[in-house]
């Protein structure tokens, strides 16, 4: 089992920054990833930013160039700095962690953590 402890949430005006923070503990594989997501109301939950555990990330269209995603593998920990925010990125975040089982991988996420930009 994997838990997950996300922080950094908040309001804040347009063109503003924020930093998430999501930090993992329990039965950490070597190779993982870890990354966000983000549901708006009335909307379907989305990828916006993952890394791998040997540094390769991906990346929402939308928060390309806004957003970078980094992470501390010996504290187990994956932040997401955004800047330049608009009304378009409120939602709530969530971490994921994910590794592989099998053919398969398996999923944990956090409680996720309400972003809320005013214009």
């Known amino acids: 089992q994997v838990q997950l402890v996300e922080s950094g949430g908040g309001l804040v005006q347009a063109g503003g920054s924020l930093r998430l923070s999501c930090a993992a503990s329990?039965?950490?594989?070597?190779?993982?990833?870890m990354g966000w997501h983000r549901q708006a109301p009335g909307k379907q939950r989305e990828l916006v930013a993952a890394?791998?555990?040997?540094?390769?990330?991906n990346y929402a269209d939308s928060v390309k160039g806004r957003f970078t995603i980094s992470r501390d593998n010996a504290k187990n920990t994956v932040y997401l700095q955004m800047n330049s925010l608009t009304p378009e990125d409120t939602a709530v975040y969530y971490c994921?962690?994910?590794?592989?089982?099998?053919?398969?991988?398996?999923?944990?996420w956090g409680q996720g953590t309400q972003v809320t930009v005013s214009s």
């Open positions: 994921n962690f994910q590794h592989p089982s099998g053919s398969d991988w398996r999923h944990y």
């Open positions: 329990g039965s950490i594989f070597m190779f993982n990833a």
């Open positions: 890394i791998t555990s040997y540094g390769s990330t």
